[in-house]
């Protein structure tokens, strides 16, 4: 099973960026920030894990396409090439 980590990461990411970037979108203009210099974080850093997270989704994408699409080499099992015991 050929899993790439890019997948599920960017997966994560990209949620997590979801929630941020509504949360900081939600609470723009608030209180909170105030002691920030009105600097919203939240909504800065969402944007980020959002585009780092979709990138990171659509490379392992494309790498699975690329991998499914190159064709199978079938090398015969010789005892220079064997793996396990």
Do not use: C
């Not at 790439?4 to 949360?23: A, C, N």
């Not at 990171?56 to 396990?84: D, W, Y």
């Amino acid at each position: 099973m050929n899993l790439d980590l890019r997948i599920p990461m960017g997966l994560m990411f990209t949620l997590v960026g979801v929630i941020l970037t509504l949360y900081g979108w939600a609470t723009r203009g608030s209180a909170l920030y105030a002691r920030a210099d009105n600097v919203d974080v939240n909504l800065g850093w969402g944007v980020v894990l959002l585009v780092f997270g979709v990138s990171t989704f659509l490379m392992g994408r494309r790498a699975e396409r690329k991998l499914r699409s190159q064709p199978r080499k079938s090398t015969p099992v010789t005892a220079g090439n064997r793996r396990g015991h």
